[in-house]
């Protein structure tokens, strides 16, 4: 049996997020040696998180240069606590820091890496990997004989880990002096309420070109429109998406929404999230929105044309009736 290692990044407060909650379980899935691993300015917390995995080490690497994701630490670290662990396969969840460093590191030890991965299992007995290819269109399972094999899971396929926490003996692997070409002055993001990428929201809301196109008097009314998604964002902290003729339209010299952006693009070149409902609105696609809501439990439409790729079996629910209206009343109800 191949020996596993958790290797997951800390909060600022020593604590483990979700995501890396929801991975743990992919690593206990494969039934190994586990190994816990842990990267950032205090470990602890988190290492009592996982007191009760069933984790027969815990090796951190903390202080202030590791707060920060910065590929030279980052990388060094990982490669320091893989080498420790001795083990064959190194699980970690699939977060922009870790897809950033881990890929590099697999290199340095002459191991392997596989990204996006949606599921970890055993089959005939040996660790495999399951996840999407061709526009996630097509699922996967494989297998691989290299080891070390660096395997980023993405967060939401797993159930978060929630044993009660403990008190866990962590050893601290001492890292040699790192070279850094890059210092990390602070972070800038903005408000809370000015997010529209909201992954633990409970609707998603998907809005088309339509919003951005001639109306019903003749004129186009892309400032109405944004104040209106966003009115519904605010209202039901729900997160945007944008279908890919939208996210277009900024380089076409067309009207667009400002609140709109590459990242909100959902379809087959954009994301495919994973929220309990949807609900589109001026949208007509028919194979994009396909593979960009399979994971969506309950999928419902707001459109003009009862004949619209939408209504052919592709939403559960479809409202006829025009999206502005919609938005606008529902905006009052939940005002009230």
């Not at 962590?170 to 070409?181: G, Q, S």
């Not at 380089?251 to 990242?263: D, I, N, P, R, Y």
Request: charged share 20%; aromatic share 6%.
């Amino acid at each position: 049996m191949d020996k596993i290692l958790f290797l997951a990044h800390t909060e600022p407060d020593g604590s483990l997020a979700k995501p890396a909650l929801e991975v743990l379980p992919a690593a206990l899935a494969l039934g190994g040696e586990l190994t816990v691993a842990l990267i950032g300015a205090s470990t602890q917390p988190a290492a009592d998180q996982l007191a009760a995995c069933g984790a027969v080490r815990f090796l951190a690497i903390e202080g202030a240069a590791f707060a920060d994701s910065r590929y030279a630490t980052d990388a060094a670290a990982a490669e320091t606590v893989a080498k420790a662990s001795a083990a064959a396969i190194v699980i970690a969840p699939h977060t922009p820091r870790s897809a950033r460093s881990l890929p590099g590191v697999a290199g340095r030890l002459n191991g392997t890496v596989d990204t996006h991965a949606t599921a970890v299992s055993l089959v005939n007995g040996a660790p495999a990997v399951t996840r999407w290819f061709y526009r996630q269109r097509m699922e996967a399972v494989l297998t691989r004989t290299e080891r070390p094999w660096f395997i980023l899971v993405e967060c939401g396929n797993y159930a978060a880990y929630t044993r009660a926490p403990g008190s866990a003996i962590v050893e601290r692997l001492a890292l040699p002096d790192v070279v850094t070409r890059t210092t990390v002055t602070g972070i800038h993001a903005p408000q809370a309420d000015e997010q529209t990428i909201r992954p633990e929201a409970k609707l998603l809301f998907v809005a088309g070109a339509g919003w951005t196109k001639k109306q019903s008097d003749g004129a186009v009314h892309a400032g109405e429109a944004e104040q209106l998604i966003l009115g519904m964002l605010h209202a039901a902290q729900a997160s945007l998406g944008g279908s890919k003729s939208l996210v277009d339209s900024t380089g076409e010299g067309q009207a667009v929404l400002k609140c709109m952006t590459h990242l909100n693009q959902v379809g087959q070149t954009g994301a495919t999230p994973r929220h309990p409902k949807g609900l589109a609105t001026c949208c007509h696609g028919e194979e994009p929105h396909v593979v960009g809501w399979r994971f969506i439990n309950q999928r419902r439409a707001v459109n003009l044309d009862p004949n619209c790729g939408w209504a052919r079996g592709k939403a559960d629910v479809v409202y006829i009736a025009d999206a502005f209206e919609v938005v606008r009343h529902v905006n009052r109800l939940l005002a009230e």
